[in-house]
T-cell receptor, first 118, second 118 residues
Framework: AQSVTQLGSHVSVSEGALVLLRCNYS??????LFWYVQYPNQGLQLLLK??????LVKGINGFEAEFKKSETSFHLTKPSAHMSDAAEYFC????????????????FGKGTHLIIQP | EAGVAQSPRYKIIEKRQSVAFWCNPI?????LYWYQQILGQGPKLLIQ????????DSQLPKDRFSAERLKGVDSTLKIQPAKLEDSAVYLC????????????????FGPGTRLTVT
C-alpha cells in the first residue's frame, strides 16, 4: 500500500514570506498526488493535483507544487504568505484500485498546520 | 452548484449507543466516499460506492460500521454500537468520474459530522 509522509505537523511563517510544506510518498509507480486545504469546521478543498502531465502544477490561491520522481516528493509552495492561508494542509495519494472503476479513494498524510505570523 | 451536504453537523452519544450520518452528494456524481478523520490525523477512507454498489470497503470495521446507498444518490453511514475510539469527524465526498481513465478525478468534500462518544 502506498503512504504519504508530511514533514512537520506545524509550520510557522511570517506574512509575506515563502511557504514550503513538505510531502513525500512511497510508491513503486508514479501515483496521482493531491494537496487539500481544510479551514476550521469545514470540509477539504482541493488546492491542486498531479496527474502525470506537467511536473510543476499550479493551483488556486497562488499555490503550486512540483513532482520530483527521484526524490518521491510533492512539496507545496507559495511565494508570499497571506493571513488567510492559515489552515490545515493535507497531501494525498490515489492508490488502491477500485474494482468497479471510478476514481480511487485517497490516502492522506497526517496534515500540516500552517500558522501565519503578522 | 450545491455542494456535498451532510447531517447532522455534530453528534454526542454514549458508548454502546447507535448513530447514523447522512450524506447527499453533488447532483450527478456517481462515486461517493466516506472518510473518518480522527483528531490530529488525515482522513482515512472507510468505504467507496460507485452508483449504489460498494467498490471498496476494505477499511470499514464491519462488525460495527455499515453503510448503504440504496438508490445511487444519498448515503447513510451507521455505527452500532459506538466505541470511544469512534470519536472523529466523518467526511463524505463525491466524484463525477465514471471511467477508469479518469481515476484521478477530483473529490468534493462535505463539511463533515463531528461525533463525540462519551
Amino acid at each position: 500500500a502506498q503512504s504519504v509522509t508530511q514533514l512537520g505537523s506545524h509550520v510557522s511563517v511570517s506574512e509575506g514570506a515563502l511557504v514550503l510544506l513538505r510531502c513525500n510518498y512511497s510508491s513503486s509507480v508514479p501515483p496521482y498526488l493531491f494537496w487539500y486545504v481544510q479551514y476550521p469546521n469545514q470540509g477539504l478543498q482541493l488546492l491542486l493535483k498531479y496527474t502525470s502531465a506537467a511536473t510543476l502544477v499550479k493551483g488556486i490561491n497562488g499555490f503550486e507544487a512540483e513532482f520530483k520522481k527521484s526524490e518521491t516528493s510533492f512539496h507545496l509552495t507559495k511565494p508570499s504568505a497571506h493571513m488567510s492561508d492559515a489552515a490545515e494542509y493535507f497531501c494525498a495519494v490515489s492508490d488502491r484500485k477500485a474494482k468497479g472503476g471510478g476514481a480511487d479513494g485517497l490516502t492522506f498524510g497526517k496534515g500540516t498546520h500552517l500558522i501565519i505570523q503578522p | 452548484e450545491a455542494g456535498v451536504a451532510q447531517s447532522p453537523r455534530y453528534k454526542i452519544i454514549e458508548k454502546r449507543q447507535s448513530v447514523a450520518f447522512w450524506c447527499n452528494p453533488i447532483s450527478g456524481h456517481a462515486t461517493l466516499y466516506w472518510y473518518q478523520q480522527i483528531l490530529g490525523q488525515g482522513p482515512k477512507l472507510l468505504i467507496q460506492f460507485q452508483n449504489n454498489g460498494v467498490v471498496d470497503d476494505s477499511q470499514l470495521p464491519k462488525d460495527r460500521f455499515s453503510a448503504e446507498r440504496l438508490k445511487g444518490v444519498d448515503s447513510t453511514l451507521k455505527i452500532q454500537p459506538a466505541k470511544l475510539e469512534d470519536s472523529a469527524v466523518y467526511l463524505c465526498a463525491s466524484s463525477l468520474v465514471a471511467e477508469a481513465r479518469l481515476r484521478h478525478n477530483e473529490q468534493y468534500f462535505g463539511p463533515g459530522t463531528r461525533l463525540t462518544v462519551t
